[in-house]
């Protein structure tokens, strides 16, 4: 038998080119799409500025700067308030105004035509946020260990818990805006939530006497009741309001964000 023979006949095994049109398990799906949203994420240079110098200018900033009376010890007041900033900015804004503007320019759009069901979208956004604000949450408490910081282990443990509730709470509030409203809405509502809530959650560590109600108002909004759990937290003790606000309003989010959520 010639060369060409051998080769024509032994080069495959039957079915090798069959087609498979199956498609891949839910754990394969979101796997992928996690690694696909998270180098999206890293490749951002709005969302770095969002998640990583914002986040690290202020908490170098306030700890070293004879800024307003924040207590005996300013960093053990700052990093909670940092990390509150820092979780909101990365869950929330940068998340809703980057879905807003995948929806607009039809990426949102390409992936709906795919198997990838509409939760698996949702949860593989919010996988990558959550790594994201992991290494954020591990640089800022390196940076605020440098600076004397220095909570026990047991705080950090629920510190981390809290962060990770936070995470949650924000990924589903920024995907049920950026996932409803037209980009241009999303940035401009996005940008001006962040103003608000980062004051809103400025209330918590304020050491001077301010109404009753108003200390109470500032609990029940997400930044209030994340900047509030985690204050708590690092210290070695649980704020129950703020975990139960914290969860009201991620599982109304989520559950709106998973119904409403438009791929166009």
């Not at 908490?59 to 909101?88: E, H, K, N």
């Not at 105004?97 to 035509?113: E, M, S």
């Not at 709470?169 to 001006?192: K, P």
Request: aromatic share 6%; proline share 5%.
């Amino acid at each position: 038998m010639s060369t060409s023979g051998r080769l024509a006949t032994n080069r495959f095994a039957p079915g090798t080119f069959t087609p498979d049109p199956r498609p891949s398990g839910a754990a394969a799906m979101l796997q992928a799409q996690t690694g696909l949203e998270l180098k999206l994420l890293l490749r951002n240079g709005e969302q770095l500025l969002l998640t990583m110098f914002i986040p690290i200018t202020l908490l170098i900033g306030l700890c070293l700067l004879p800024i307003g009376d924040l207590g005996t010890s300013r960093v053990d007041t700052v990093v909670p308030a940092v990390m509150m900033v820092a979780v909101m900015s990365t869950a929330f804004t940068g998340q809703a105004i980057a879905v807003g503007f995948d929806r607009r320019y039809g990426a949102l759009k390409r992936l709906g035509a795919t198997p990838l069901p509409t939760w698996g979208i949702i949860a593989g956004k919010s996988a990558a946020v959550v790594i994201v604000v992991a290494f954020q949450s591990v640089l800022l408490g390196s940076i605020g260990l440098a600076l004397g910081w220095r909570p026990s282990l047991f705080g950090l443990a629920l510190g981390a818990m809290m962060i990770a509730l936070g995470t949650v709470a924000f990924a589903a509030m920024g995907l049920l805006l950026g996932g409803t409203l037209r980009a241009e809405i999303v940035l401009a509502l996005a940008n001006i939530l962040w103003f608000v809530m980062v004051g809103v959650g400025s209330v918590v560590f304020v050491t001077g006497d301010i109404p009753w109600l108003l200390h109470t108002g500032a609990r029940l909004i997400p930044s209030g009741a994340l900047a509030h759990a985690l204050d708590a937290a690092l210290l070695g003790s649980v704020d129950v309001l703020s975990v139960v606000v914290l969860v009201v309003w991620g599982s109304v989010t989520g559950v709106l964000a998973s119904k409403m959520f438009r791929f166009t």
